[in-house]
């Protein structure tokens, strides 16, 4: 059983619409309001046709403040932080020694020394801290700064009301603002992608911002919306989740858990020509010696395939499917996949065969399977 250690100040409004709160990254998480498919399906839709409201202060905020805040993290992350001006934010990998993907992150630039981190369950604050032993660097766990995400099409219509030139804030940019008399920091980013925004408050104030939020959106439609209704919105926007699609999850047969970036499609992620960064060494000597391929599977019909499902081709084992959801609205069913590299090839046929012994036919395809080009999720206007 999982020690929950933290808790989000949200806790009391969650359960009053029912949630259930289970460990995630050591806060109580609401999973759950209901699990119904019902719910699933009208969580899913609200976020892809209008826009949903969750809690994810779940994740880890580290500020480094000092001379050397962008040393430390340029030495822990994938990105050249000088090309981060105040303002700005930027998704990043973290890698062990070894240059196998350990964590991944938004950084954000708040001032010229002054650096925020958010990362998800794997080890990167630790990562962090062991970068910083000895330099001129301030570091703190900040848990008081709760973290709400507003996902979806009427998103920035609803912030316009309130916040003067939301419009114009770029993609991965920061504000520092108010909202209902609140100060926050609103960031452009997300986990689903739409177009959506982060809402960074303190804790003394995320109840309050939490109902205005709901009551002044609920004419637009907005609505709470569950934790794992992430789940379908990331599997068809390609954007992966530790330790869910990697080998702590599903381990190789011979040799220990840990992925490469070339191996997760993440190598984008490394600035071009950057080096100095913990592991980078391996991470270069890794490329071309991928073991398997993260990919997309298209599964005929609409039956999902499960957590875990295996992945057949010619009738033989040869990979696995690490989520699945079908889209009620795209009228498709999809899966992120761990596969041979030779089957990450559009057009490969294989099948997906469930726990309950039913077999799907399916096709290997690139992802993301929704908003292929991103184009709303970096809008402008």
């Not at 980013?189 to 739409?194: H, I, M, Q, R």
């Not at 041979?340 to 099948?351: E, H």
């Amino acid at each position: 059983m999982a020690i929950i250690y933290r808790t989000s100040a949200l806790a009391q409004r969650h359960a009053e619409i029912g949630g259930e709160l289970e460990d995630w990254n050591g806060m109580g998480t609401v999973w759950f309001y209901d699990h119904s498919d019902e719910r699933a399906d009208a969580d899913y839709m609200a976020v892809r046709t209008k826009a949903g409201l969750m809690d994810v202060s779940g994740l880890k905020k580290v500020h480094l403040v000092g001379p050397h805040a962008a040393a430390v993290i340029d030495r822990v992350t994938t990105r050249n932080v000088d090309k981060i001006m105040p303002g700005r934010a930027v998704y990043a990998c973290m890698l062990n020694d070894e240059g196998k993907f350990i964590d991944d992150c938004v950084i954000y630039r708040l001032s010229v020394h002054h650096w925020m981190v958010v990362h998800g369950a794997g080890t990167g604050h630790e990562s962090l801290a062991m970068a910083a032993y000895g330099k001129n660097v301030a570091m703190m766990f900040d848990d008081n700064l709760h973290d709400m995400s507003l996902q979806g099409p009427l998103a920035v219509d609803f912030l316009a009301k309130h916040v003067p030139g939301i419009r114009d804030l770029a993609y991965f940019g920061i504000v520092q603002t108010k909202l209902f008399g609140k100060p926050v920091m609103i960031s452009r980013t997300g986990y689903t992608g739409e177009r959506g925004y982060e809402i960074f408050c303190e804790a003394r104030h995320a109840m309050a911002l939490w109902d205005a939020i709901l009551a002044d959106g609920k004419e637009m439609g907005i609505r709470p919306v569950q934790f794992s209704t992430l789940d379908l919105l990331r599997t068809e926007s390609y954007l992966l989740f530790f330790p869910g699609d990697n080998s702590e999850t599903f381990p190789f047969a011979d040799e220990p858990c840990g992925d490469t970036l070339w191996e997760l499609g993440l190598d984008f992620t490394v600035s071009p020509g950057k080096t100095g960064f913990r592991g980078a060494e391996n991470h270069y000597a890794l490329k071309g010696k991928e073991r398997f391929k993260i990919y997309g599977v298209k599964l005929d019909g609409m039956t999902k395939a499960d957590i875990g499902a295996t992945l057949l081709k010619e009738g033989k084992p040869v990979g696995v499917v690490t989520f699945g959801m079908r889209s009620p609205l795209n009228k498709h069913s999809v899966g992120i996949a761990r596969m041979p590299v030779d089957c990450a090839v559009p057009g490969t046929r294989m099948t997906v065969r469930n726990k309950d012994g039913v077999e799907i036919p399916c096709t290997a395809e690139e992802m993301p399977f929704y908003d292929k080009d991103k184009l709303i999720r970096s809008a402008k206007g």
